[in-house]
């Protein structure tokens, strides 16, 4: 089963921009699909972002105009590039990859905080 690391997030003030990183121990083509969840404190986890092996991708409303997905298959890394943040997208965010088997792995997560 593959393995997620995340990086990237942090404290941003609105408006401001991130980037998040997702790394899979294997290559990216090997997975379904990679996703990035998130959830705030007292919420349950959403979906925010994916992207699948053949470049398909799908974002949630709220972050529709705002937010980008993009991968290094070099790399086996896919970035979920936040702007025009704001304080309701303060949450952890989660990195999850769906194998063609029907596994689901998750990554520890990464706070992103932003600030109003």
């Known amino acids: 089963q593959v393995q997620l690391v995340e990086s990237g997030g942090g404290l941003v003030q609105a408006g401001g921009s991130l980037r998040l990183s997702c790394a899979a121990s294997?290559?990216?083509?090997?997975?379904?699909?990679i996703n990035w969840y998130r959830q705030a404190p007292g919420k349950q986890r959403e979906l925010v972002a994916g992207i699948t092996s053949g470049g398909s991708t799908t974002f949630a409303d709220s972050v529709k105009g705002r937010f980008t997905i993009s991968r290094d298959n070099a790399k086996n890394t896919v970035y979920l590039h936040m702007s025009s943040l704001k304080s309701e997208d303060t949450a952890v965010y989660f990195c999850?990859?769906?194998?063609?088997?029907?596994?689901?792995?998750w990554g520890q997560g990464t706070q992103v905080t932003v600030s109003s």
């Open positions: 999850n990859a769906r194998g063609f088997s029907g596994y689901d792995a």
């Open positions: 294997a290559s990216i083509f090997t997975i379904n699909a």
